[in-house]
């Protein structure tokens, strides 16, 4: 089924550490995005890429970095984990910007302790 | 004042009901309104994409669009127990890919 893959699906990670969240996608869409939800304040952007080789900033990256070096691929890292970012982590996908609904994974989920 | 507004809810209707589901907005620029469902611990799944003002159906699934009011609804008809989850309305304003979320609906249909 074609779709986004997520991995992994959850995670315990220790402060301090740092862990890169996977994301690909298999419908040659242009855009991604990783998004964090959480209760109460929803869906929230945090990096995105309008196309490969390009990135953006979102309405939360402090803490976060991301690359775009293909067009399925695009990875979260979080360089040095904090418990505020324990959340639930989604990446997804476009195809037109401006003009296309966004597509999602079924999520990481993680704890920072 | 957030850009999108949506009642949290929880809603909990019978099996068979109709379900009214619904968003204001503040920003006159949004022309592309969609809808998403999300069950418990899975990504939002987009259940209804429409542009600018009107209704467009889709199965049990009606989305209307009213730009007048800034207003926007998701209607569920014979609803049942499998629609049991969070519902998101998103906007996009055609220009750029900011997507402007509602912070989601609970529905619970109870059988």
């Known amino acids: 089924t074609a779709g986004i893959t997520q991995a992994p699906t959850s995670q315990i990670l220790a402060a301090g550490r740092s862990m890169t969240l996977r994301c690909t996608q298999d419908?040659?869409?242009?855009?991604m995005y990783w998004y964090r939800q959480d209760l109460g304040l929803g869906l929230r952007l945090i990096h995105y890429?309008?196309?490969?080789?390009?990135?953006g900033k979102g309405e939360v990256p402090d803490g976060y970095s991301v690359s775009r070096a293909n067009t399925d691929d695009f990875p979260l890292t979080l360089a040095s984990a904090v418990p505020s970012q324990t959340s639930v982590y989604f990446c997804?996908?476009?195809?037109?910007?401006?003009?296309?609904?966004?597509?999602f994974g079924n999520g990481t989920r993680l704890t920072v302790t | 004042q957030k850009e999108v507004e949506q009642d949290p809810g929880p809603l909990s209707v019978p099996e068979g009901a109709i379900v009214s589901l619904n968003c204001t907005y503040s920003?006159?620029?949004?022309?592309?309104f969609m809808w998403y469902r999300q069950y418990s611990r899975k990504g939002p799944e987009l259940l209804m994409y429409?542009?600018?003002?009107g209704n467009k159906e889709d199965g049990r699934f009606t989305a209307q669009v009213d730009k007048s009011s800034k207003y926007i609804s998701l209607f569920i008809r014979d609803s049942q127990p499998s629609d049991s989850a969070t519902y998101l309305c998103?906007?996009?304003?055609?220009?750029?890919?900011?997507?402007?979320f509602g912070t989601g609906t609970s529905l619970t249909v109870i059988p």
């Open positions: 997804a996908s476009s195809g037109t910007v401006g003009l296309s609904p966004l597509h």
């Open positions: 419908m040659r869409h242009n855009a």
């Open positions: 890429s309008n196309t490969a080789g390009t990135t």
């Open positions: 920003n006159s620029a949004f022309q592309y």
């Open positions: 429409t542009y600018s003002s």
């Open positions: 998103a906007m996009l304003r055609g220009t750029g890919n900011q997507f402007y």
